[in-house]
């Protein structure tokens, strides 16, 4: 009688905990999230060096270089809880012309529905003032990647250069935009906050894809027009490297999502 | 009880012989860093980057290793001669790599670790990456830092050497660049006259012309080169007329990129100036009375607003000195040389 009792208990509570798990996935795994960086130019997808694409009123470009440092990633589910990418791990390099570049897997993701991502472009000034400490093999990397001046110790956050004409410049002429901080004296590093509609479900054994786009026309179409014929070269520049900072950082958005 | 005595010494017979079966592995010696009693405390970091006897052994190899640049000779110390207080004997302007030349003056390598920002427009932020720029310039030592590495991950002796320093031999851009900040740490000039004179060491006393000095020194110079560290770590514009050798010096607007930065330099410090002309951002005065003849007389205005303090209560730019004054002055700053670091074996390189 005894043993029936302890039976029907024991029945019980396995029914009981079936049921519950069937209601409410438990999350406490880690599964990966990838970030796909798809350059465009307006609705095109970006074609490099061949194709002339319209900038501001006359000028005409061809894009040869488009490269960005992409830093500090973060995820956030809708109800605010916020997982931050290891620093010493979160920076990377998206380079037009390197496609494996343009896909970011981060590992170790804490298994949740993600709805929005936060990203730095560029460097900022914290991870400077760690030293030699806080760059590990990126100092490398951006130096190979030709994203760091040469004659300051310092990373370019943005790389975007081609040739222009336009009406008054006949002649195919090269344009480049470089943008950086300045040393102490301007912190050009921002960051972009982007929802998406779907969430991104990372588990265990499913890595989503964030697939996100960059439309650089705004790095000349933005907040502000830059107008090649006034200055087809801007390196470092204290009034313009920001509003460059700030075209750029208003280029990305989520276009969708793969689970 | 006795069994119980038997079985733990049996234990610890056990626990000794585990201890010595471990790899052998030589624990870097901490050095404590000796900062003289009137100076500031350090900027530097030592947290992220501890000082060790190995680090910065390593540190003073790779700062005299002709290996960091592409024709395997021009080592940091080419540019930076001790003697020379750490600068370059005799070149307004430094050569590196194929006879190649930049447009700035070397700078003495003293007391760094007190200081935040680097070069004479700012250039680089953190002293662990100050080193980049020359490594890399083209027209200094003109390499890449995975060349450097792999330059140096093939020679044994650096083997030895960074396993000492950081557990193994592995060379990486981040070692590389702590070694070179942990030599250039200990590198601290604080023993002259003028240090002496301060601290009350050794009944040291100014002359009559160095007291003088001193007080028209603290009186028209010190607003700007300040503190024990003789600077005030601004940059200004000090009226220099414009190099027309240089076209594409720029000054600190190189950096910050802000029209009114144009030609504004670092306040160098004064120490050991005595050894360290030539002088200038571009090394255009030989010695310390044509400084302060530029100073008295040679001001101009060069594109830019010219540092109002430099400008005298009837609008004209310049510091009115004497010629007797320039003469104290100059007493006063050869106070300042420190034999004990120009001579200090610690930094020689041989």
Redesign the interface.
Known sequence: MKILKYLTAAILAVTIYSCSSNETEILDGEGALTLKFDNAYKTSDLLLKTTPYKANETEQIKISKVKYIVSNVRLETADGTVFTYPKNQSYFIVNEEVISSQFITLNNIPEEDYTKLTFGIGVDQDKYLEGATGQGDFLSLAKDAGMMWSWQAGYKFMVFEGVYTSANTAEETAFAFHMGSHGSALDNYKEVSLDFTNSARVRVDATPEIHIVADVANILQGNTKFMLDDAAQIHVDGVKSPQIATNVNQMFTVDHVHN | MKNLFLISLGFLLLFSCTKEEEEYVKIPTNINLKIPSNFPDIVY?LS??PLTEEGVALGKKLFYEGRLASDGIISCGFCHEQASAFTHHGHTTSHGVDGKTGFRNAQPIQNLAFF??FTW??????????P??PI???FEMNE???SV?SKLSSYKEYDILFSNAFGDAEV????L??AL?QFMVTMISGDSKYDKVVRKEENEAFTVKEEKGFQIFNNTCASCHSGALFTDKSYRNNGIPVNPRFPEEEG?K??????E?FYKFRVPSLRNTEMSFPYMHDGRFGTLEDVLNFYTDGMVENGSEVDPILRKANGNLGIDLTQEDKENVIAFLKTLTDNTFLNDERFAEF
Do not use: M, W, Y
Not at chain 2, 172 to 175: D, I, K, L, N, Y
Not at chain 2, 254 to 259: D, I, N, T
């Open positions: 970091d992220k980057n935040s920002e427009d700012g250039a680089a932020i953190h002293l662990d990456l100050q980049i720029i890399t310039s083209d890449t830092i995975p590495i990486t851009s981040e070692r660049l702590k900040s600190r190189r950096v910050s990129g802000f029209a930065d």
